[in-house]
């Protein structure tokens, strides 16, 4: 279900800010009449710092937040993968075109916003280029040992799939063909390293106006996090991007399986990165 953000939070300036921001994107978008608000569609694999890009948007408050909405079509109603999915299930649709309808509904209304991973609708949306030209597709990618390290400490019982750069490759490829060009790629290491020049890059490329003060929120889990909330407890408690590095007792260097699910996802991995957006020209760093 989405995350939606009452106006009443916002002052008259950030209204403004949000009329230009989503007037700016809909003049740039090749697929949408200017009666359509965008979609931005964040495609990401597990432990990506997807989440924090998300949080980024919720900071914003002009966007309705959809987190993850397909993982319950993957999880519970297909029974694929391995994670368990942790919130109430009639809480969600549990078909992929009820889902889909969700999302187109809320955009009718306002900006819409939604991260999710590239495998959990896989099987539906590659054949289903209407909805694909619809969405603004933007992709966030990680170093494979970081991920494969972080996503065993949370499911040991990971699939292959799960682990989720070839998934993610297939869908890349296949908007270079519905799109006509590369959707636009972020690796969560530019994105760690320099926030800001990052995130404007990213803005501009989507077509909206990049807010620097949305880098920073206060520590605090949202509703929307409840169903994956296990997994969200380091979002949860940071205030804005950083680089946190962890140590793992099982790792792609210590384990057998994960070494070969490393080496076969790592060239997926290495193929999208050749497609990561660069900092903004001009854009001053994060202090």
């Known amino acids: 279900a989405p995350t939606i953000f ?34 931005v569609a964040l495609w990401a694999h597990p ?28 999880y519970v109603h297909e029974a694929k993968g391995s994670a368990k999915f942790e919130a109430e299930v009639e809480k969600f649709a549990s078909n992929y075109e009820d889902i889909k309808k969700e999302i187109l509904a809320a955009a009718e209304k306002g900006p819409v916003f939604f991260k999710d991973m590239a495998y959990h609708p896989f099987q539906h949306i590659m054949g289903d280029d209407e909805f694909l030209k619809r969405l603004t597709n933007t992709f966030i990618i990680r170093d494979p040992a970081d991920t494969i390290n972080s996503h065993y400490a949370m499911n040991p019982d990971l699939t292959r ?27 969560s290491e530019d994105l760690t ?41 380091d979002a949860s408690q940071s205030k804005g991007i950083i680089a946190k590095k962890n140590s793992y007792a099982v790792t792609v260097e210590n384990d057998s399986r994960l070494r070969e699910m490393h080496d076969l996802e790592l060239p997926f991995y290495n193929a ?7 900092a903004a020209p001009g854009s001053p760093p994060t202090n």
């Open 47 to 74: 432990r990506s710092r997807s989440t924090a890009m998300e949080r980024i948007f919720m900071e914003r408050n002009d966007f309705t937040i959809f987190h993850e909405p397909f993982s319950v079509l993957y």
């Open 161 to 187: 799939e799960e682990v989720g750069y070839e998934r993610q490759l297939q869908l890349f490829r296949r908007l270079e063909e519905v799109q006509g060009k590369a959707p636009i790629l972020v690796d």
């Open 6 to 39: 009452s106006p009443s939070r916002w002052s008259s300036t950030g209204l403004l800010r949000i009329c230009s921001s989503v007037r700016f994107l809909v003049s740039k978008s090749h697929h949408m009449s200017a009666s359509q608000h965008p979609i």
């Open 193 to 233: 390293t320099d926030p800001n020049q990052i995130i404007e890059a990213y803005c501009q490329s989507v077509g909206i106006i990049h807010v620097p003060e949305a880098l920073e929120w206060e520590p605090g889990q949202p509703e929307a996090w409840k169903s994956w909330e296990s997994w969200h407890k």
């Open 272 to 278: 999208l990165r050749a497609q990561r957006i660069a």
